[in-house]
């Protein structure tokens, strides 16, 4: 039997972190034939890193990728006579590197999908500047689609650092260590930064392909949002909560007076890009 055509149409749910995305990855699944998988660690950061080396590769460039592939066994006996044509003798060039990238996404996230589902995706939120997976998804698969989802710049922060570094953050405010209280703080606001303004910039590069969607308006901007994935908008609310109970400093009196005042201090730094999320 025959295996099923898979779908070339993903859709990637990309962030910063502790801005809502899970909660999206909940009611894209819910939709029609949607299957949205969940993080990976980030793992296609070093098979594109790999991709591009290999492309960029000298030798490859000077002794592989100029020629014509062997088209017959006779070939061997030309080849005897140019011993650096023999011994960098390959079937695959350039074209084929992206062939095997994309071939290796669609095994491990196209298949063994759920009955009923084929439109698949998945939520990452380590893929950024330093990667720049999400420029390479959009020439792998030009029919995708990314959601950029964000959340207010100092709820994201300061949630990332409750629900990731807390017994850190804890030790250092009974401490009193506040110059590694501004690194930690710095650390993360550095992420959201640098992740956020990426991904605005590739929405203003393919605005067609890219979207920015603020948890916090899901509600009111639903409509749009699955419009511009080619799906049907859910009727009715939501009703789900949209962040854990790991979200604030609400039960560390100390912690919060920490981030009270780095809130205050840092607001300048992320300014910008939270003005074109449309924070503002």
């Not at 590769?57 to 014509?68: A, D, F, G, W």
């Not at 922060?157 to 629900?163: F, G, K, L, M, N």
């Not at 017994?167 to 260590?177: G, I, K």
């Amino acid at each position: 039997m025959a295996e099923p055509e898979l779908a070339l149409d993903p859709i990637f749910l990309l962030g910063a972190g502790r801005c809502g995305s899970t909660f999206q990855q909940v009611r894209l699944c819910e939709t029609g034939n949607v299957w949205i998988w969940g993080e990976h660690s980030g793992v296609l950061a070093g098979l594109f890193r790999w991709g591009g080396e290999a492309a960029n590769n000298r030798q490859l460039t000077k002794y592989v990728y100029p020629r014509e592939p062997v088209s017959s066994a006779e070939e061997i006996e030309t080849l005897q006579h140019d011993g650096r044509g023999m011994a960098w003798m390959n079937g695959f060039r350039r074209p084929d590197l992206m062939a095997a990238q994309r071939a290796l996404v669609l095994e491990l996230f196209a298949k063994r999908l759920p009955p009923g589902k084929t439109r698949w995706g998945f939520k990452e939120i380590r893929y950024g500047p330093a990667d720049r997976v999400p420029l390479n998804l959009l020439r792998m698969f030009p029919a995708g689609r990314i959601v950029h989802t964000v959340r207010a710049p100092f709820a994201s922060i300061e949630s990332a650092i409750v629900a990731w570094e807390l017994p850190t953050v804890v030790a250092l405010v009974e401490q009193n260590d506040q110059a590694a209280l501004d690194a930690l703080y710095l650390k993360h606001l550095d992420r959201w930064n640098g992740i956020t303004g990426y991904l605005l910039d590739l929405q203003e590069r393919w605005p067609r392909k890219v979207r920015t969607s603020r948890i916090e308006h899901y509600e009111d901007e639903r409509r749009e949002l699955f419009a511009f994935l080619s799906l049907e908008a859910p009727t009715g609310s939501a009703g789900a909560r949209i962040f854990s109970k790991a979200d604030t400093a609400g039960g560390y009196p100390g912690i919060a007076r920490a981030f009270a005042e780095r809130r205050e201090r840092f607001e300048a730094r992320v300014a910008a890009n939270a003005g074109r999320a449309g924070y503002g």
